[in-house]
Structure formats: C-alpha cells, structure tokens
C-alpha cells in the first residue's frame, strides 16, 4: 500500500548509457513531479505533469525526458548519461489543480540513486 | 530572483528547543512548507503555513511573518530521533515549490 513508488532504487551505470525511473502514486493526485537531489542537498525541481500534461520544465537538459502515460505514473528517460547526472532522483506527488486549494503537500517517493560512472 | 536562506548545520541537545530560520525572497507567494528529511530518506511534510502567525502541532510548531519574508521552524523536548535535515520550501503563486538547501539537525545526549 505504498503512495508513491519508484524503481529502481538504486542505479549505476556507465556514461553514455540511457537508462529510465519508474513512478507510480495511488494517491489519485493530479499533479506528479520530479526532482533531482545533489550531493549538496538542493531539491531541484525538473518536471511537473498535471493530469498527464507538462506544466513545469525546467532548465534541464534535453536528455532528460518525461513521459506520462496516465496521472498514476510519471516516468523519466536519461539519454547519453554524463557524470554529472549522479544525484538521488525523487518523484513525488499532489492533489493540486490549478486554481484551486492552495494547500497541496507533496508527498516523496523513497528517491532513486543513480551513480554515472 | 528566488532566494531561500537556512542555516546549514545547527546542534542542539536532547530534551531542548531549537529554532530553525528561513528567510526567503521569491516572485509570487501563495504558502511556505516545512519538510523533514532523515538521511537516505524522501522528504516528508511537517506543516504549511499561508497566514502570519504560530501554527502549533505537538513538539514542532512553525512561525510565518509575509511581510518579513521569514519563517521559522521551533521543535520542542528533542528527541534523538529528530536528528534529521529540515527543508523549507516556498510555494509560488503559480504552485511551483522553491526549495531552500536544508537545516542539517544534530541532537546530542
């Protein structure tokens, strides 16, 4: 009965490679998002989907790439993996609609990993 | 710009108050959350304060002023469980969250 889920949660890799994170909540929120977490604790913020359309990107690179295939999952895809892009990902989610409560706390996914080697 | 200020580090003994500051400046401001997180762990909610004031639960109790741009974060009777790092966030007008860099807590006997 987890609310949000990811997989895997650890992942090492070489450069170069493309690998995916997997995100699913069971909350029935509306707004999924995902965040990277560096090794000086910044949570930044990457993407935001509500109901399957992408209302936040930003300043990422292209390699990175959302897809959502429905409001339960928001999964992202990493081409050309660089060092740089060793960080713990987090995926979390809202009952946020736009425009309406204000009060939507996110609730984090247990984070993934990743290790560019 | 987006600016979110913490403390980086603070230590306090167990069975004490601590006091955790955030200032902020950001463009647009709907609220500001509090989260905890443990190390090796996702960030969990703590409170959400959008009115001026104390909003009180249990030991921890957050502190908002709009005007001031500051926030503040007071955790009562420390439990070495507290240990933790404690993250401030501003949530935009437009629901976006601006996250600050973290508190790390150390509780000492």
């Known amino acids: 009965d987890t609310a949000v889920s990811q997989t895997p949660k650890y992942l090492v890799t070489q450069m170069g490679n493309d690998k995916s994170i997997k995100c699913e909540q069971n909350l029935g929120h509306d707004t999924m998002y995902w965040y990277k977490q560096d090794s000086k604790k910044f949570l930044k913020i990457m993407f935001s989907?509500?109901?399957?359309?992408?209302?936040i990107n930003e300043t990422v690179p292209n390699r990175f790439s959302p897809k959502s295939p429905d409001k339960a999952h928001l999964n992202l895809h990493i081409n050309s993996l660089e060092l740089g892009d060793s960080a713990v990902y987090f995926c979390a989610s809202s009952q946020e609609t736009l425009g309406g409560p204000n009060y939507n706390e996110q609730f984090f996914g247990p984070g993934t990993r990743l290790t560019v080697l | 710009g987006q600016n979110i200020d913490q403390p980086t580090e603070m230590t306090a003994t167990e069975g004490a108050i601590v006091q955790i500051n955030c200032t902020y400046q950001?463009?647009?401001?709907?609220?500001l959350f509090w989260y905890q997180q443990h190390a090796g762990e996702a960030p969990t909610f703590l409170s959400y304060?959008?009115l001026d004031g104390l909003e009180e639960k249990g030991r921890f109790s957050s502190f908002l002023s709009r005007s001031k741009g500051y926030s503040y974060l007071l955790l009562k009777e420390l439990q070495m469980k507290d240990s933790a790092s404690y993250l401030c966030?501003?949530?935009?007008?437009?629901?976006?969250?601006?996250w600050g860099a973290g508190t790390k807590l150390i509780i000492k006997p």
């Open positions: 989907y509500n109901n399957k359309e992408l209302i």
């Open positions: 966030a501003v949530q935009r007008s437009n629901y976006q969250l601006i």
């Open positions: 950001t463009s647009g401001f709907n609220g």
């Open positions: 304060n959008v």
